[in-house]
């Protein structure tokens, strides 16, 4: 008698991780859960994590496939990786804090594979006590970006990213849909040349859906996928690095979607408004390591200005022409 032979799995899960510890293995047991989980392929990229958190991990019905990198290649980099490590006909962007509700990958994975016009699906993404997070976004324009590096938002003088005005409680077309659920057809993905690797992270979720969006796919927000979402799971542990890469992160993409004109304005309200706000905010608070971490961030975006501009003018690595949907 002989083992009957492995299905093809329809989907494949790609997780970056770097120090996601307990985080991760609350995910895979999660992902364990899921129905139909035999047709499920698992890949987690490490990013040279130091926390051992890749060691112990649950069991999966199907044999987890493990890529340790040697250093932190960037989140788009490690996902492109693991993306390139399978065949399924869709490919699910997963965050290690999160926790997928037992149904959620069927029911986002019906709706993407539903109509051949849509290319990108997320989820309904609630924290820690059930409460739904307004995750979905508008594409950011020039006013947009400027505005509320301005702070201008605060005022009431420029839409949010988000779309905090909506419940997020039924289904619908969006701009973008947050990376960490993020599920795209695969030739879509390839088509489109995976991830941009010049964002190492942040922002590279908005990058993906632009364009599959100036391909003519849609984005959709599926509600009855429902996530448990922590935020900030690993991130939070380098707060300096963070508010770095999400300001070098938004300059670039003001540059590739809108022009040097727009990444130079980006940049000089960056400096002019957004840090000192955020340094205000922090001696206002009392807080002067909060107000170090904004000096170290500012630090090195300053350094890391002449490589960004250098890679703004040499363009993306060669992508593939996207045909159109319909």
């Known amino acids: 008698m002989t083992d009957r032979p492995a299905l093809r799995p329809v989907l494949d899960v790609v997780i970056v991780n770097w120090n996601g510890g307990a985080l991760l293995r609350a995910c ?16 987690v990229v490490d990013n040279a994590s130091e926390d051992g958190s890749t060691e112990d991990l649950p069991a999966l019905p199907r044999p987890l496939r493990l890529i340790r990198n040697d250093a932190n290649l960037g ?44 290319g990108i699906v997320g989820a309904r993404l609630v924290d820690p006590d059930g409460r ?4 979905c976004a508008r594409a950011p324009s020039v006013p947009g970006l400027l505005g509320r590096a301005l702070a201008l938002d605060r005022l009431g003088l420029a839409r949010p990213h988000f779309l905090l005005e909506w419940d997020h409680e039924e289904d619908r077309a969006v701009d973008q849909v947050m990376g960490a659920f993020l599920m795209i057809r695969r030739d879509l993905f390839q088509a489109l040349g995976g991830f941009d690797p010049r964002f190492f992270v942040y922002w590279e979720d908005v990058d993906l859906c632009t364009r599959a969006r100036s391909a003519g796919f849609a984005v959709r927000h599926v509600a009855g996928a429902v996530v ?14 963070r508010l770095f890469y999400f300001l070098r992160s938004q300059i670039l993409y003001a540059g590739k979607h809108h022009g040097p004109a727009a990444a130079l304005a980006l940049t000089a309200a960056s400096f002019g408004a957004q840090v000192p706000l955020r340094l205000a905010l922090a001696l206002a608070h009392r807080s002067p390591a909060e107000a170090a971490e904004v000096l170290r961030a500012v630090a090195l975006l300053a350094a890391a200005l002449p490589d960004l501009v250098t890679g703004l003018l040499s363009g993306p690595p060669g992508a593939s022409r996207v045909r159109r949907a319909g």
Do not use: K
């Not at 047991?29 to 989980?37: I, S």
């Not at 990786?81 to 006909?89: H, I, R």
């Not at 804090?97 to 959620?104: C, E, I, K, R, Y």
């Open 28 to 43: 895979l047991a999660g992902l364990a859960a899921v129905r139909d989980a035999e047709a499920v392929q698992v890949t």
């Open 75 to 118: 989140f788009g980099r490690a996902c492109d990786q693991g993306a390139a490590a399978g065949d399924a006909p869709a490919i699910l962007f997963l965050n290690p804090d999160t926790q997928v509700a037992p149904d959620a990958l069927r029911i986002a994975r019906t709706a993407l594979m539903a109509d051949p016009r849509t």
């Open 228 to 241: 448990r979402h922590v935020g900030q799971g690993t991130t939070r542990q380098v707060r300096a690095r």
């Open 132 to 135: 739904t997070a307004r995750s």
